[in-house]
């Protein structure tokens, strides 16, 4: 199992990270929590894995800190949960966010993640409310081992994208409908924004 990837970041597109570990290139799926966290390309980080394996494919998903990562894990857990819906679930609010709708049983705010139907959101707070009663609520202050930069060398060509298009495609990759993707994309752009800034504010204003 690969619990952890130290290396080179070779490219990102939201959610999506190529990982160069001496030589070797690990494609990694990131929430956007942890995403906004990363250096920029050609510089070195850190990050925690879950190692999922289908029977058509091997999957790896990345996380800033442990503690996202443990709360990734429970999170699958739960009844009709996959890791898709996870990472969506992960990037649609923080780690604290989410552990506090669960124990407040907050089915409001959980039905605006995308996936989430009302069913679902009940039955996460049904599973998961006794599990996290006791989780650390520190995964929402800068974590000591989350994504350490140490100053890689940079200057890799780095391919110029549309900040909206590739708002989108993030969205659409995380659950969101294209048509709900491209509205709130359009809403919430402003001049000089980079797509990172725009996913994030995207996905707050459909809290």
Do not use: W
Request: net charge neutral; hydrophobic share 45%.
């Amino acid at each position: 199992m690969i619990g952890r990837l130290r290396g080179n970041v070779a490219e990102k597109q939201p959610p999506h990270l190529l990982l160069d570990v001496n030589g070797i290139g690990y494609e990694v799926q990131l929430p956007m929590t942890s995403f906004y966290q990363l250096p920029e390309v050609g510089q070195d980080t850190t990050i925690y894995t879950h190692f999922v394996v289908r029977e058509d494919a091997q999957l790896l998903y990345g996380f800033a800190s442990k503690i996202e990562r443990q709360l990734f894990r429970e999170v699958i857990k739960a009844n009709g949960v996959g890791p898709k819906l996870g990472l969506a679930i992960l990037s649609g609010m923080s780690a604290g966010q989410f552990v506090n709708c669960v124990i407040q049983g907050d089915t409001t705010s959980l039905v605006k993640l995308p996936g989430i139907g009302l069913k679902t959101a009940e039955r996460l707070i049904i599973e998961l409310k006794d599990r996290l009663k006791n989780f650390t609520l520190a995964m929402d202050t800068p974590a000591t081992d989350a994504m350490p930069i140490d100053g890689g060398v940079s200057g890799t060509f780095v391919e110029i994208i549309d900040p909206t298009d590739d708002a989108i495609s993030a969205l659409i990759a995380l659950g969101y409908k294209s048509a709900q993707a491209t509205k709130t994309v359009n809403k919430v752009f402003v001049p000089k924004m980079n797509s990172e800034a725009l996913i994030k504010a995207a996905l707050k204003s459909m809290l």
